[in-house]
């Protein structure tokens, strides 16, 4: 949704397109359409047809005619891509379908519609794989330059439906239960009382240098990222049967799940800060994180932000968690890999790793061993950062508008 007297081809027109075709290689043979494996030869010819339109005349090219390639070429690998489980996916049919995007979002840049051409960019950063030097990424940053900045929230009409009954007060975290803090620790301490016995605590002063500590804000993420396509958890939690997700901008996601808490909308566990580098910048990855074994680029950033009640199932990950608080308070509670047995995890592969027990009101009858797991918790609280073991059970509950960041490494 764009400002109040901004145009969808603001900013467009020939400067634009000089400007985004400067970001593609000079000659057609230097797009060389290179795929991590085989696919269907008409596809490898459709692709030809794009590249060959694009290079066909000096100035823009037809972009009817290349906006039909670009959704034979993105329908063909859409059907792919949901062949099979997402991690059987060959990388050769995510970059088709990346090309697809670029050759899309050219087109519209083409025809005067940038805004039409982010959508498309974001979806080729979120289904397909690099091409061309992350094209799509350096495409998506000089367009976003062009397009006017989205309205704050409070400035929209509809902004004012905020749900008006009070939220429930958070849990008493009683004292023999709860997570030690601490301030500041040095490196080594932190790995021989914490890292190496898998140990939880709540560190302190750690990110208080950070710049979203003071930057962000719903009216920030608004303008920085409002026209930006995301991924959005639709429901209360990720086990419920109604749990679904859709693709939106971060600007609808707003109006209609943060403003508006008429329903439960959360961008949970989702890489963010690759998409969208300008964020990346107001975050530093903890120190801690170089007692690992991975190098900087193997750990993974994710972001949640929702409103109160977007509830994480009691759960358990495969690596370290740093999780900082940056808005907002969560509710968190942490079970040892040890009590596994008596947290009742789902029985089928895909949810191997959640619990069935809804933490805060068990069903004893169902689940009576879970009173035998003893668990430690806390209220999570802006510039805090909650360290959670490999393999510890964790249940994570926002009490308010939340956005949290999390890293996890080896």
């Excluded at 982010?118 to 289904?127: F, K, P, T």
């Excluded at 794989?129 to 094209?135: F, G, K, P, T």
């Excluded at 950033?301 to 740093?322: K, V």
Aim: aromatic share 10%; charged share 20%; net charge negative.
């Amino acid at each position: 949704m764009a400002a109040a007297g901004g145009l969808e081809g603001a900013g467009g027109g020939p400067a634009l397109w000089a400007e985004v075709r400067a970001l593609l290689p000079c000659a057609e043979e230097g797009l060389t359409l290179a795929l991590s494996g085989e696919v269907e030869g008409c596809v490898l010819l459709l692709l030809r047809r794009a590249r060959a339109l694009l290079y066909s005349q000096p100035g823009p090219p037809d972009a009817a005619a290349l906006g039909r390639l670009s959704d034979v070429l993105r329908d063909y690998s859409w059907e792919k891509l949901n062949a099979v489980p997402w991690r059987e996916v060959g990388k050769g049919w995510r970059q088709v379908y990346a090309y697809g995007c670029l050759f899309g979002a050219l087109a519209e840049v083409a025809a005067g519609r940038p805004r039409a051409a982010v959508r498309l960019c974001d979806l080729g950063l979120l289904l397909g794989a690099a091409v061309l030097d992350n094209v799509l990424a350096r495409l998506v940053h000089a367009l976003q330059l062009r397009l006017p900045r989205e309205m704050a929230p409070r400035d929209r009409p509809h902004a004012q439906r905020v749900r008006p009954e009070r939220p429930p007060p958070p849990p008493t975290v009683q004292p023999e239960e709860a997570i030690p803090h601490l301030h500041c620790p040095s490196l080594e301490h932190f790995r021989d009382n914490y890292l190496i016995p898998e140990r939880p605590v709540v560190l302190e002063g750690v990110m208080d240098h950070w710049p979203c500590m003071k930057k962000w804000s719903v009216d920030y993420f608004c303008q920085v990222a409002g026209c930006r396509t995301v991924p959005v958890e639709l429901g209360a939690r990720y086990t419920d049967e109604e749990w679904s997700q859709q693709l939106m901008t971060v600007s609808d996601f707003i109006s209609q799940y943060i403003m508006d808490e008429n329903s439960v909308g959360y961008l949970a566990q989702h890489q963010l800060f690759d998409q969208i580098p300008e964020l990346k910048e107001d975050i530093s990855i903890p120190d801690y994180c170089c007692l690992g074994e991975g190098e900087e680029d193997d750990i993974t950033i994710n972001a949640w932000f929702g409103p109160g009640g977007t509830i994480s199932p009691l759960h358990q990950d495969p690596q370290q968690n740093f999780l900082a608080q940056v808005l907002g308070r969560k509710y968190i509670r942490l079970y040892s890999p040890q009590d596994s047995e008596n947290l009742y995890p789902h029985e089928s592969q895909i949810l191997h790793n959640t619990s069935q027990v809804d933490v805060e009101e068990p069903d004893l009858v169902k689940f009576p061993n879970f009173t035998k797991a003893a668990f430690q918790s806390c209220i999570l609280m802006p510039g805090q950062i909650l360290f959670i073991p490999v393999k510890y059970w964790h249940y994570v509950r926002s009490l308010e508008l939340s956005f949290s960041v999390s890293f996890w490494w080896s």
